[in-house]
């Protein structure tokens, strides 16, 4: 049984959030670019605040533009933000300035267009925060049902990237996504990230 089937059998996420489960292939099969950015602001509304992420979607491209530009700024202050805070033995600097480089080659890689290559960073840094915040944790099993109990929410952040981590495997042997739903699945991440 798969992992959604069993967080929807085990009632550990509200109706409104196991909507996600149904909003996500929408969000991956949209045929138009507009029928994307709707299935976007659809399933962002699940994971974040219902409304928030229409602005990084829809509406005229030069206002997006701007909007996308202050929420990575957002995210990477965030991101470095947690790094700081949880890295507290002196054993891990290495691992800490390796994940602030991570970050950087992100930020420039999603700012200079290459999609694919943000893509994969992001899922990384999504993985390595996972780390961060709960050790070894973060890759028993059990991890997705331990989110869940924390946080539906949370859990259901960590159910998308891997998710988006199978995106990026196939994507090795089979044609890649097209750019625009990488881009798009890569901003959902960012904004979710940028509300911790």
């Known amino acids: 049984m798969t992992f959604d089937v069993f967080a929807v059998d ?3 996420v509200s109706d409104a959030e196991r909507m996600a489960f149904d909003a996500f292939p929408r969000l991956v099969g949209a045929g138009s670019a507009q029928a994307r950015a709707e299935a976007a602001v659809a399933f962002a509304d ?19 533009l701007v909007r996308i530009e202050r929420l990575l700024r957002i995210f990477r ?14 054993t891990d600097e290495k691992r800490k300035e390796k994940h602030l480089e991570e970050l950087l080659a992100f930020e420039r890689d999603f700012r200079d267009g290459q999609v694919m290559a943000a893509f994969r960073r992001f899922v990384s840094l999504a993985r390595s ?7 070894a944790q973060s890759r028993a099993d059990d991890f997705l049902l331990y989110c869940f109990r924390i ?3 949370l859990g259901l952040f960590f159910w998308y990237v891997g998710e988006l981590e199978v995106q990026a495997r196939e994507a090795e042997t089979a044609a890649p996504p097209a750019d625009e739903l990488l881009t798009m699945e890569t901003l959902i991440g960012i904004y979710v990230l940028s509300s911790f």
């Open 129 to 135: 925060l996972a780390q961060l915040l709960f050790g």
């Open 77 to 90: 202050e965030n991101v470095e933000l947690l790094v700081h805070k949880t890295w507290v033995e002196k």
């Open 46 to 64: 699940i994971l974040g605040c219902p409304g928030e992420f229409r602005q990084y979607a829809l509406g005229p491209q030069a206002e997006r």
């Open 151 to 153: 946080e539906p929410k």
């Open 10 to 12: 085990a009632t550990l």
